[in-house]
C-alpha cells in the first residue's frame, strides 16, 4: 500500500486504522486454523485493519480503495471456517463491531434494523426484553454478528420452522464496489448480497423478521440405531412441527462429555426436539413416536441442560487441541445412511457429529476430527473436510458454503442461474474487483498467478482426501 492511499486512510479514521503488524496477524485467520503451506501460497496477513463506525465511512473507505485498487475483505467476528472472512493478497480488513447499533425495533410489524456488528445473541436479549425473539439464529450467536451470517448465509436454531438467514431478511442496506449506498427490499435484489460474502457488497444495515418470545420447550430421545432416530426424526416433522431439531452421534455425545468432565446421557444417536410454546400433545405425540421406535426420552432437567448447550457444539475441542471440521447438507432421509457410512469409511478417525434439520427434507451435518496442529502431518489434515463432503454426496449431498476453501463448490452450492446472476452483478457493482476477492468467484494465487484457487483445490481435492488419510487417524 502506497503512502497516499495510508494518508488518506488516517485522514477518514485517525486512530481507527492501524497499519500494526502484530495487529494484522490476528486478523489473517478465521476460526479455521490454516496449515502453514495454505499461508505460503497466499498473502492472508492485511496490510491495514479499519474500523468503520458508519456507512459514510465505509463508502469514503471503497472510494479510496478503487482509486488504489486495494482489496477489502470485510469482517464480522471470523466465526466463519470457510476463510471467507481471510484476505488471500493483503489489503484492508474491514472490521465491523464497531457497528453495532440496534436502530429500530417495530413490534407492530415484528422487524429489527440493526447494523451489521451487533452480536446475534445481545440482539436476541434485547428482542426479548420487549416481548420479542429472533427467529433463527446461528448456534454461533454469543460471538457471530448479523452482518457476518447475513453474508455467509446459511441455517440455524429455528430454520426447520423458519428457514435459513436469508428467509428472513426484510430488506438490506449495503455499500457497492463503486462507494454507492444502496437499499434493497425484494428477494432477487436481497440474493445478490446476502450469501455472497461481500464479494458485492459491504452489507450496513439488515431489517430482520423477528417473532413474539415463546418459552421453548426442548425433548432429547436417545436411540439405539442410526435408523431408528432418523425414522424418528421423519414422522416427528409432519406430525408436531417443531421449532428446531438437533441430533448427535454417540461419538459427539461422549467426546464431548469427556470435554466437559460432566457425564450425564449415554452414549448413543441423540436428538433433541424442540418446540414453541408448551403444547402438551406435542410434546406427547413426540414421545410416543419416540417409543415406537424403541427410543427413551430423557427427563426434562436432561433435556433442559442439553438445550442449554446447543451454543457450545465446540467444546470437544478441548481433547484435540485442534478439530478438523466437515460440513454438509444431505437429505433428512439418507442421515442413516451417511451416518453408518462414515462409522464404516471412517473407522479409527476421532470423529464426532452433530447436525441441524434445517428444512422439511434436508438437515446440516458438521463432522469434528479431533487433530494436533502441532503435529508435522496437520498440513494434510484439511484433507478430512474433503472426506465428508465427498461421502455426503454419495447420500445426495451438497456442500454447506463456499467462502474462500470451497469457491470451486460455487456452482453446486447457487446453482447455475443464481451464481451466473451473482456475477453479473460483481461485474456490474464491482469494476475494479476489490470486494472480498477470492471468496465465491475464484481467485488467483497471489505467488503463482497463473494458478487460480478454485483450480487448486479442485486438482488437489483426490489428493487431500489422500492427505486426510496420510494425515492419520487419532
Ligand atoms: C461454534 C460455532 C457454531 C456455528 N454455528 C453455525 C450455525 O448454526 N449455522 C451457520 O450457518 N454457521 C454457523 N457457524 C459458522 C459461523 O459462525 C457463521 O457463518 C457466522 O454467522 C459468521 O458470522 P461472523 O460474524 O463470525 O462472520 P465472519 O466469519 O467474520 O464472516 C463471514 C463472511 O461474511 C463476510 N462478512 C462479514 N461481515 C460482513 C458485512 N458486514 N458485509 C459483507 N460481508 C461481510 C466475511 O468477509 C466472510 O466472508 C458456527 C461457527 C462456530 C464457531
Not at 470451497?406 to 456452482?411: D, F, K, Q, V, Y
Request: proline share 5%; glycine share 8%.
Amino acid at each position: 500500500m502506497n503512502n497516499d492511499a495510508r494518508k488518506a486512510l488516517q485522514e477518514v479514521f485517525g486512530e481507527r486504522v492501524s497499519f500494526d503488524y502484530d495487529e494484522a496477524l490476528l486478523y489473517s485467520h478465521d476460526l479455521a486454523t490454516l496449515p502453514d503451506q495454505v499461508n505460503l501460497l497466499l498473502r492472508t496477513i492485511p496490510e491495514a485493519v479499519v474500523l468503520p463506525e458508519s456507512r459514510e465511512e465505509i463508502a469514503r473507505l471503497v472510494r479510496i480503495a478503487k482509486a488504489h485498487r486495494i482489496p477489502i475483505v470485510p469482517r464480522g467476528a471470523g466465526s466463519g471456517g470457510y476463510g471467507g472472512a481471510v484476505p488471500v493478497n493483503g489489503g484492508i480488513v474491514l472490521d465491523l463491531s464497531y457497528m453495532r447499533e440496534i436502530i429500530e425495533i417495530d413490534k407492530e410489524n415484528l422487524l429489527a434494523k440493526v447494523q451489521p456488528g451487533v452480536v446475534w445473541k445481545e440482539l436476541d436479549r434485547e428482542l426479548n426484553k420487549t416481548g420479542l425473539s429472533l427467529r433463527v439464529y446461528p448456534t454461533s450467536a454469543p460471538s457471530a454478528t448479523v452482518g457476518g451470517w447475513v453474508a455467509q448465509g446459511g441455517w440455524g436454531v429455528g430454520s426447520l420452522a423458519y428457514g435459513s438467514v436469508v428467509d428472513n431478511i426484510e430488506s438490506i442496506e449495503y455499500v457497492d464496489g463503486k462507494g454507492e449506498i444502496i437499499s434493497v427490499d425484494s428477494r432477487d435484489e436481497i440474493e445478490l448480497v446476502a450469501e455472497c460474502e461481500g464479494i458485492t457488497g459491504i452489507i450496513t444495515e439488515v431489517t430482520l423478521k423477528i417473532k413474539p418470545y415463546e418459552s421453548v420447550t426442548p425433548i432429547v430421545a436417545q436411540f439405539p440405531s442410526a435408523e431408528a432416530m432418523e425414522s424418528a426424526i421423519r414422522e416427528v416433522i409432519p406430525e408436531t412441527q417443531p421449532y428446531t431439531i438437533n441430533f448427535a452421534t454417540p461419538e459427539f455425545v461422549a467426546l464431548k462429555q469427556e470435554a466437559m468432565n460432566h457425564w450425564e446421557i449415554d452414549d448413543k444417536y441423540t436428538a433433541m426436539f424442540a418446540f414453541e410454546g408448551e403444547d402438551e400433545t406435542k410434546v406427547e405425540r413426540t414421545g410416543n413416536i419416540v417409543k415406537k421406535y424403541l427410543g427413551e426420552v430423557l427427563d426434562e432437567e436432561v433435556s433442559e441442560f442439553e438445550w442449554n448447550e446447543r451454543f457450545y457444539p465446540m467444546r470437544l475441542k478441548r481433547l484435540g487441541p485442534s478439530v478438523v471440521p466437515g460440513e454438509a447438507i444431505i437429505p433428512v432421509e439418507r442421515i442413516s445412511e451417511f451416518l453408518n457410512a462414515v462409522e464404516k469409511d471412517l473407522r479409527g478417525y476421532t470423529i464426532g457429529i452433530e447436525g441441524w434439520v434445517t428444512g422439511e427434507n434436508s438437515a446440516s451435518v458438521l463432522a469434528f476430527f479431533l487433530d494436533d496442529e502441532r503435529d508435522f502431518r496437520f498440513g494434510m489434515s484439511f484433507g478430512k473436510s474433503m472426506m465428508i463432503l465427498s461421502l455426503a454426496r454419495k447420500f445426495g449431498g451438497k456442500p454447506y458454503s463456499t467462502g474462500l476453501w470451497l469457491s470451486h463448490e460455487a456452482e453446486n452450492y447457487f446453482g447455475k442461474d443464481r451464481l451466473r446472476k451473482i456475477m453479473d452483478y460483481k461485474k456490474r457493482s464491482d469494476p475494479a474487483g476489490i470486494l472480498n476477492p477470492g471468496k465465491i468467484l475464484p481467485a488467483k494465487i497471489p505467488k503463482f498467478p497463473i494458478i487460480k484457487m478454485s483450480t487448486m483445490m479442485k486438482l488437489s481435492s483426490p489428493f487431500m482426501k489422500i492427505g486426510g488419510k496420510l494425515a492419520g487417524k487419532r
